[in-house]
DNA sequence: AACGATACGGAACACGGTTCCGCTTTTGCA
DNA sequence: TGCAAAAGCGGAACCGTGTTCCGTATCGTT
């Protein structure tokens, strides 16, 4: 087996043409710099001309607006996804080392302008990109609930799936509202997570 | 003073042409019955076959997309708003009354196929949705917020603009996704609020 | 050098909100 | 009652976006 998978969101392709291999290269580097200065919803178009290329061949290397995403931000999706059984084997008490993983997870969201809000677009195009974020971390989520939930620090009955939803809804519109603060709204749904006090 | 108020939100138009009037309300019920079936995204087009009505008369009643939805939902924000002071005034501990008051919000948001979404939708066109919430809703939660905190049932540094765009945003796509139950993670949230024990 | 496969550019299309304007209905006044 | 101005109406046309399509250019191999 050769081992040249690249399909769309894979990185390496040894067996493309050079140009293609370039083109896919500058776009992801275009594309990159566009989200960051003007957020995830730039338009196609912008990033197609900041990298000097057509529309075509935006779409021939990423398939969907949300394929060119997933292949931006993969990195660091998956050095969050990393991070969690890292976190998981310092001294920190699962309750805190989840916290901290929390912190990693809307860092990453709250600095990408809207990425969180195109993440929760009910817009079905979008279901590629939600699916790659769920796929790598929410088993590592479950990872570490489950260690604080053992430790008897938080309720046992919560859902890793529905907290990053929750979070990451938490986290829709963070930047571009000065009287809204994420961080502050996430910290309170963790500390909602400890056993209740009786 | 005649009173006749009605610019484009108000009810109320005494002054107008008869069947304009008799449009307007027409309008109001086929968006009304569009929304329920297709949600609040459903195309504005739509609307207007719904109504047997042109897209030119829509956007002379309703500036905006976003000033049909408010008038649509008006009732039922000012009934919400007006629920604040009467649940406050029932035998309900502050935290209680809060706690159910949030439901009544929480109930209205998710019974509303992406009203939440919209709602935090970054598009300016919907500046005026996000403040007709704003406008009504904050202060009453700043009220109930207020009263558990003098009982020293929560911690006394929570805003309410903050919680109100907490709990919005935690509805985002809650219908639409039976993996993610919205007014569970919102539950969530309100025990956050309570003051951390020692 | 020639040729087939691969990639490219960008015009064209689909779709949604919004604007514009010629035509119709209502209203107020004579 | 008759009629002109005012108020409304319908929907074609426009704009911005994502996506598709296809004729053309480039690559790499023979």
Request: proline share 4%; net charge negative; hydrophobic share 45%.
């Amino acid at each position: 087996m050769v081992n040249d998978r690249n399909e769309v969101t894979g990185q390496a392709a040894a067996s493309k043409r050079k140009d293609a291999r370039r083109n896919q290269e500058t776009l992801l580097n275009a594309a990159a710099a566009v989200f960051v200065t003007s957020g995830v919803n730039a338009p196609v178009r912008d990033i197609a001309a900041k990298a000097g290329v057509g529309l075509g061949t935006i779409y021939r290397h990423f398939p969907t607006r949300a394929d060119l995403i997933i292949a931006v931000y993969r990195h660091q999706v998956d050095a969050c996804a990393e991070a969690g059984p890292a976190l998981l084997a310092t001294s920190l008490s699962p309750h805190a080392a989840l916290g901290q993983w929390i912190n990693l997870f809307v860092d990453f969201l709250v600095t990408k302008h809207g990425l969180a809000a195109v993440l929760r677009s009910d817009n079905s195009d979008f279901e590629a990109l939600h699916a790659y974020f769920l796929d790598r971390l929410v088993p590592v989520c479950t990872e570490l609930l489950e260690a604080a939930a053992v430790a008897g620090e938080i309720r046992p009955d919560i859902d890793a799936y529905e907290l990053m939803r929750g979070v990451g809804n938490l986290c829709i519109g963070a930047d571009s509202d000065p009287r809204y603060d994420a961080r502050h709204m996430v910290e309170l749904l963790i500390a909602g997570l400890c056993r209740p006090h009786h």
